[in-house]
């Protein structure tokens, strides 16, 4: 499999700006990945969406995911590719 010259130009989504952080901070410096922005969903995405001309977008599911997923179908003309992060949070409890 040959990878791609060029890194993937990922925009992180997440209501929670030590979530959006972390995210970054794990992810910034990953071979094959350029972090190109950070912010929130729905307060963010329309203006980063513009300004960084990412590749795909991550985005975190926080608490309320339902609420989360339908405010990102309403973006959904973006046409990138979204990866989702979902809490099980039984799993958290447990």
Known sequence: MTLPSDPLRLLILADDPLARRGLAALLEGQAGILVVGAGHLQEDLPA???ETRPDILLVDLGWDPLAK????SGHTGTGLPVVALLVDPEAIAS
Do not use: C
């Not at 997923?69 to 990102?72: K, R």
């Open 69 to 72: 997923v339908a405010s990102l």
């Open 48 to 50: 980063l969406h513009d």
